[in-house]
């Protein structure tokens, strides 16, 4: 069993800073690339950012010079720290793992529950 749960969110002021978590536990072999999207009310879910597991990042145009992405392998976490942050980024943030149980086992992607994050004053 493989579970995936994101943490720290919460209600920020506009310019303010908060730093989601995500932790893979359970059956783990290995961990391919992880990634942040997220969901504001009334719009599809969208991508934030992704993480390799070499350390190589991708990140939406708009939260680009604001967000970081990165992760700790031997704790099989990842993390997004969010700066300067915007009404306009209120969603819920969700993240996924690519994640193989066993040596040579199939790649499933896994889910978080998702954290909600609300920036307003």
């Known amino acids: 069993q493989v579970e995936v749960a994101e943490s720290g969110g919460g209600l920020v002021q506009p310019g303010g800073s908060l730093r989601l978590s995500c932790t893979a536990s359970?059956?783990?072999?290995?961990?391919?690339?992880m990634g942040w999207y997220r969901q504001a009310p009334g719009k599809q879910r969208e991508l934030v950012a992704t993480?390799?597991?070499?350390?190589?990042?991708n990140y939406a145009d708009s939260v680009k010079g604001r967000f970081t992405i990165s992760r700790d392998n031997a704790k099989n976490t990842m993390y997004l720290q969010m700066n300067s942050l915007k009404p306009e980024d209120t969603a819920v943030y969700y993240c996924?793992?690519?994640?193989?149980?066993?040596?040579?086992?199939?790649?499933?992607?896994?889910w978080g529950q998702g954290s909600q994050v609300t920036v307003s004053s």
């Open positions: 996924n793992s690519d994640i193989v149980k066993s040596y040579s086992g199939p790649t499933f992607r896994y």
């Open positions: 993480i390799t597991s070499g350390g190589i990042t």
């Open positions: 359970g059956t783990i072999y290995s961990i391919y690339a």
